[in-house]
């Protein structure tokens, strides 16, 4: 019989760390082919690898050859992901260099197609899966991720992925993928994120039907069942991780309002998809009138869909209306929905409640063309998840109403888009101020050449989670994202206005989530909410506490 020889784990610069081919197998800490022959030999590492030492630049140039001969966006996102359970530095390093070219894939569109096949392309997994079956030990649980240091956590029940609906466990790629923006965009350490999957059941009978389904063949836990499991989450995170922002992400909203609503002014905790996207979306309506002219409290928004997003964007552009000086009465009326049953109005008996407050005195409309010439917004915001809805009737008319008309069509994937970039401008002659959720390509019109700003949540979360981290805070605010959104919108400069971009470039995206986390960490500060000190330089200070991806030296 063959014997092996197992090697201890050794003292290093940086603590205690394994050794040989245990060391390769860390993704914290291996560095493949970047280990210095001084490393090779003091770990126990000489001839389980090549001999030539690579530097981190190379391995990068070795990885995107790889991933650019990948035939399709997905298996581009197996490739990329697969290099994360190999090598986080790496990956991070990769990432953050070529941040336009990987971000689709590893966040929206791809990592939906991603969701929808996640049982069949599964491989190892990566994050915490937390069951049905689990209730009464969740902290347990809790307590098998292997980091300790635990600050951001994303969470979701996978009930409403993306525009896509309810995928059950194998929305586990959302968390999982917002929180590598967290690290790349927002430098929150690696070892300090949490991917959780409430695994409740699903309700998607084709996955039910699947045998590579990874999730509990059961349908959804729901009323007492589903809420009990959800305290009995929030109250283990409070006990194995007390210092842990919770990031609600793609509940479905029916859930989602509520769960926010209990705990937000108990736990530091917020809902991307409320309260990030209000941020996200608010950024680029500040922006918008630096082309269109006028104010935020001189627009008319009426939005196509009255869902998370749609109220989460309303909230914020009533608190941004008042700031200029309306009154709140005055600033929800120039705030329109239009749900799947048509214009959200007074009469309407069939309202669930976080639409009651829109909801204002006017005759009933049915038809989405007809709420905008009733109407005449200056902005029309898609979060409804139904594709085509920005008709070419639609911009048209949104183009004879307005000069310059602003049209934002947010809902995600790309195949779920309201409108594509192409069709906004050729349909209003070049004169929309488009916004997307997904990404598009620039378009030319004319002589001029459209670059669309794509109003991404990962503008804004990271550097929330940032901010929350330096300061220590105990709540997130809606006046954190207000600010937020503020810091964003000030990093739009008049270069990219010109191309009609509302949102800066990705490349840029540092500087943007330093200055947001700098920009929440002073509310926190200002409001009694911080729980650590408040340094004299404030952004240099967030600047030096983001994590780089560089190896660093073990001998
Ligand atoms: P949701 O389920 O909470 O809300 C969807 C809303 O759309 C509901 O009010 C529903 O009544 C309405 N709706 C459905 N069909 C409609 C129709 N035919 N006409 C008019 N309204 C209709 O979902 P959500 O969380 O609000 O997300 C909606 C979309 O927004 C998703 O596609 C999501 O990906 C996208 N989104 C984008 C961003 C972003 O780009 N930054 C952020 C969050 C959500």
């Keep these: 019989m063959m014997s092996t020889t197992s090697r201890n784990p050794t003292v290093s610069k940086i603590g205690t760390i394994p050794t040989g081919v245990e060391l390769l197998h860390d993704p914290v800490l291996n560095k493949g082919t970047a ?37 399709t966006p997905l298996e581009q996102y197996i490739n990329i992901t697969a290099l994360q359970a190999r090598n986080e530095t790496l990956f991070y390093r990769a990432v953050l ?4 070219e990987i971000m689709p894939i590893i966040y929206t569109p791809t990592v939906g197609e991603a969701c929808q096949r996640y049982g069949h392309i599964f491989n190892r997994p990566r994050g915490l899966f937390i069951n049905a079956k689990d209730r009464g030990q969740i902290a347990e649980v809790l307590r098998n991720w292997p980091r300790a240091d635990v600050r951001v956590i994303v969470v979701t029940d996978g009930e409403r992925i993306l525009g896509l609906g309810d995928l059950g466990a194998d929305g586990m790629g959302i968390p999982v993928g917002k929180l590598s923006l967290y690290t790349t965009c927002g430098g929150v350490h690696p070892n300090q994120c949490l991917p959780v999957t409430l695994d409740v059941g699903t309700e998607n009978e084709e996955l039910l039907a699947d045998p590579l389904y990874i999730g509990l063949k059961q349908h959804r836990l729901r ?3 589903y809420n009990d499991l959800v305290d009995e989450f929030v109250d283990a995170v409070q006990e194995v991780y007390p210092k842990a922002l919770i990031q609600l ?6 859930n989602a309002f509520w769960i926010l609503e209990k705990y937000r002014n108990r736990i530091c905790t917020f809902d991307d998809d409320i309260q990030g996207t209000g941020a996200v979306a608010l950024a680029g309506l500040l922006a918008a009138p630096r082309i269109t002219g006028g104010g935020i409290a001189d627009q008319t928004v009426l939005f196509l869909g009255a869902g998370e997003a749609g109220i989460g964007i309303g909230d914020m552009v009533v608190a941004a209306m008042r700031a200029e000086g309306l009154s709140e009465a005055e600033a929800m009326r120039r705030c329109w929905f239009f749900d799947s049953r048509g214009l ?4 309407r008996t ?11 005195e006017h005759a009933p409309v049915d038809r ?19 594709p085509k809805t920005f008709t070419r009737e639609v911009l048209e008319a949104m183009a004879h109403i307005n000069e310059r008309p602003v049209v934002f069509a947010l809902s995600n994937p790309t195949s779920k888009s309201e409108c594509t970039a192409e069709e906004a401008y050729n349909w209003t002659q070049g004169r929309a101020v488009f916004a997307s ?10 002589d001029q050449t459209f670059v669309p700003g794509q109003g991404n949540n990962a503008y804004i979360f990271p550097g929330v989670g940032l901010g929350v981290v330096v300061s220590g805070a105990r709540l997130v605010t809606d006046e954190m994202f207000s600010e937020a959104a503020r810091a964003l919108a000030d990093q739009v400069t008049p270069g990219d206005l010109k191309l009609g971009r509302l949102y800066p470039p990705l490349s840029s995206i540092r500087e943007v989530s330093a200055h947001i986390a700098a920009a929440v960490a002073e509310v926190a500060w200002r409001r009694d909410l911080a729980t650590l000190e408040r340094p004299e330089d404030v952004l240099g200070y967030v600047k030096s506490q983001m994590y780089q991806p560089v190896y660093r030296s073990y001998v």
């Design 223 to 225: 009323d007492a069942d």
């Design 437 to 446: 959720g997904s990404p598009f390509d620039p378009v030319n019109f004319a």
């Design 368 to 386: 989405f063309l007809d709420a905008v010439e009733a109407l005449e917004p200056t902005a029309i915001i898609g979060v409804s998840g139904q």
């Design 35 to 71: 280990f210095t022959d001084e490393e090779r030999d003091a770990l126990g590492l000489r001839g389980l690898l090549p001999p030539h030492v690579h530097t981190i630049k190379e391995q990068v140039m070795r990885v995107m050859e790889n991933f650019r001969r990948k035939p």
């Design 97 to 100: 260099d070529n941040l336009e």
């Design 344 to 347: 959200v109005v007074k009469s």
């Design 350 to 360: 069939d309202l669930v409640e976080h639409k009651r407050p829109y909801a204002h």
């Design 249 to 254: 992400e793609d509940f479905a909203n029916n």
